[in-house]
């Protein structure tokens, strides 16, 4: 069964231009969730879906952030201007059921560089 | 808000050694913790769990201790190997909430 998988990998771009993070969970997974590690710092939850609604969005940092999960399936994080305080390397992670806690089986991240 | 720490940035032990992982929490209401292990090009990968009505819990290899009055975490690593080497979180499930609270991570470094 494959995991939960992110694109791109790796992004490097400017400061004032827009990008966007794509994550697939692992299918059936009704649950998705995005987190945040800047640079040495603790991993920050930014928002979680269940299925295609926002459950919590208390992480975001501010309207330059826009998370979608039209359909329930993957979602993506759009970072629209992006500043330089943007740069990390961004998670996704999905869980199923509506139980807590299951546990939360993470992709391996996108690394963003803010020039 | 709630946080979650950890004692030491960097543990350096040698290979064969045990390896002991420390972390603090500050909500006492806090009752799911979590232990992952991050190598490098990776994601968090879920090593041990445990929940507040235990104070230990044993895998293989690795033992998670809790200590609910000084609100404490640790992770012991039995016979630590090269392939341990990687960035340990603590992470504590937010209370009433599906969101985990993360540790700023232990970067593990097992030397031969």
């Known amino acids: 069964e494959a995991g939960v998988t992110q694109f791109p990998s790796h992004s490097v771009i400017e400061k004032g231009q827009t990008v966007t993070l794509r994550c697939d969970p692992i299918?059936?997974?009704?649950?998705l969730y995005w987190y945040r590690r800047v640079m040495g710092k603790e991993i920050k939850f930014l928002l979680h879906f269940v299925k295609e609604s926002k459950q919590d969005e208390s992480g975001m940092p501010n309207n330059r952030f826009l998370a979608e999960r039209t359909g329930g399936t993957y979602s993506t994080l759009k970072v629209q201007p992006a500043e330089l305080e943007d740069s990390g390397v961004y998670f996704c992670?999905?869980?199923?059921?509506?139980?807590?806690?299951?546990?939360?089986?993470f992709g391996p991240g996108t690394r963003l560089t803010v020039l | 808000g709630e946080s979650v720490g950890l004692h030491l940035p960097t543990l350096s032990v040698q290979e064969g050694d045990n390896s002991i992982i420390n972390c603090a929490y500050s909500?006492?209401?806090?009752?799911?913790f979590i232990w992952y292990k991050q190598e490098s090009g990776k994601g968090p990968q879920f090593i041990i769990d445990i929940r507040s009505n235990m104070d230990k819990r044993q895998g293989q290899r690795v033992t998670v201790l809790l200590n609910k009055t000084v609100k404490h975490l640790s992770l012991q690593i039995a016979a630590t190997q090269p392939g341990d080497s990687a960035v340990y979180f603590c992470a504590v499930l937010s209370y009433n909430t599906d969101k985990l609270i993360f540790g700023t991570g232990t970067r593990l470094q097992v030397f031969p």
């Open positions: 299918s059936g997974h009704d649950n």
């Open positions: 909500n006492s209401a806090s009752d799911y």
């Open positions: 992670a999905s869980s199923q059921g509506f139980v807590t806690y299951n546990e939360q089986f």
